[in-house]
């Protein structure tokens, strides 16, 4: 278990007047200049908010780009600072080169931005020393950043170490969905994992079969598996040299009594791209020249009545090339039947993945679903059954 704000505000020496230091996300977009989506800015909020109310000097750490332990103005964090008090409606500070006297002249309350923790070679190393230079700034450390924490840095992990350590708001939101999915999830449990190819989740598939009681595979990769119990796929993306491992991850699945759902009927069409001429077929009838683009109907209808019979949904990789329609179809309609019984309460679903976030908002249930992870990277490992080092330090 981790602390969190909660245990912070009830120490008993209080957080008033305390410089506490609370790792962000604030690697936000950026287009000529301005920030172009401020969807982590606004996750930053609550936590940044709630410790200057109650008087604490908040210092913000957090990286931005990739500037490789140099100083390069161009991933300065002061835009950002900028746009951070703009979203939160109060002033937001910033320190370029911060030390322990510019940090005792803040006021309690205040909110201060310190500079791209990647401009010291140390960050990325998790060097101790710099860990022991940042620790001196701050009296505790919160972390709030889920999607670094597949990193074992410095502000992600080092500092854990050396400070009291809890978990900020946005932190404990996605560890409690993620072990409301994963770890002690009510079962039974179903995962949808689609996307272009299984050799970029592998270690997904794997762990994930002796997790849940339905693996429902969609998207390019339903191909190599299919292909491997011997269907003919045309021309669809497929990783035929994969037929052993997919072999292989089915049969443990059948030991592990995980019942995998392939698609039985899919939506083909010649070439890719929006509104290309398409058709359903069975998918023993997928011509040389043709590919798969989408799950068929009848499919979706199948896995519609699975999800009604489960307690928790994970998601990871949309069913179909759903960037062109109407090849969003199936994704579009299991996203939504699964939004439908979360509202009903007979489902937990959770979901997570950078293409599977855009399809979400693209059927319009993002909101719907019981928790959408934005945090990439760090979602995957989470769902490979990696244990990650930011959230392990928050534990130790
Ligand atoms: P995420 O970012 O959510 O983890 P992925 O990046 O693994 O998801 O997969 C998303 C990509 O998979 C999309 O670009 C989509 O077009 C592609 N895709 C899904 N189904 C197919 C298919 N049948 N054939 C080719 N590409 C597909
Ligand atoms: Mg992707």
């Not at 008087?55 to 002061?78: N, S």
């Amino acid at each position: 278990m981790f602390k969190t704000i909660d245990d912070l505000i009830a120490d008993r020496h209080g957080v008033a007047g305390k410089p506490v230091l609370v790792r962000e996300d604030l690697n936000v977009p950026m287009h000529e200049g301005r920030v172009s989506d401020d969807t982590r800015l606004r996750a930053a909020m609550p936590t940044l908010a709630e410790l200057a109310d109650h008087g604490a000097k908040v210092l913000v750490l957090a990286h931005f780009g990739r500037p490789k332990g140099k100083v390069d103005p161009e991933f300065t964090l002061r835009p950002i600072a900028e746009a951070l008090g703009e979203v939160m409606g109060r002033h937001v500070g910033f320190l370029a080169s911060p030390d322990r006297h510019a940090i005792d002249v803040l006021e309690p309350g205040s909110i201060t931005v310190l500079e791209n923790s990647r401009f010291y070679p140390g960050e990325e190393k998790n060097d101790p020393v710099l860990a022991r230079q940042m620790a001196s700034l701050g009296d505790f450390y919160v972390n709030d950043a889920f999607s670094a924490a597949h990193r074992a840095h410095v502000t992600t992990e080092g500092l854990a170490h050396l400070l009291p350590a809890f978990a900020g708001r946005a932190m404990e939101a996605e560890l409690k969905a993620l072990e409301a999915a994963l770890g002690k999830p009510e079962h039974p449990v179903a995962a949808v994992v689609g996307g272009a190819k299984v050799s970029t989740k592998l270690d997904v598939l794997t762990h994930l079969v002796g997790k849940v009681d339905h693996l429902i595979i969609g998207g390019g990769m339903a191909n190599t598996f299919l292909a491997a119990r011997g269907v003919d796929v045309g021309k669809s993306l497929c990783e035929h040299d994969l037929a052993d491992t997919a072999n292989a991850i089915l049969e443990a699945a059948d030991k592990a009594n995980c019942t995998v759902h392939l698609p039985y009927d899919v939506v083909v069409a010649k070439e890719f791209g929006a509104n290309v001429p398409c058709h359903t077929a069975n998918v023993h009838e997928v011509a040389a020249d043709e590919m798969i683009l989408d799950v068929g109907a009848s499919a979706v209808e199948a896995l519609s009545d699975v999800l009604k019979t489960c307690r928790t949904l994970v998601w990871n990789g949309p069913l179909g090339a759903f960037e062109y329609p109407p090849f969003d179809t199936a994704t579009v309609a299991l996203a939504r039947t699964a939004a439908a019984l979360t509202r009903e309460g007979t489902l937990v679903s959770v979901a997570g993945g950078g293409d599977t976030v855009a399809a979400l908002n693209h059927a319009g249930v993002a909101d719907d679903f019981s928790f959408v992870s934005t945090a990439g990277g760090a979602f995957l490992e989470w769902m490979e059954g990696k244990v990650l080092p930011g959230v392990k330090a928050l534990e130790g």
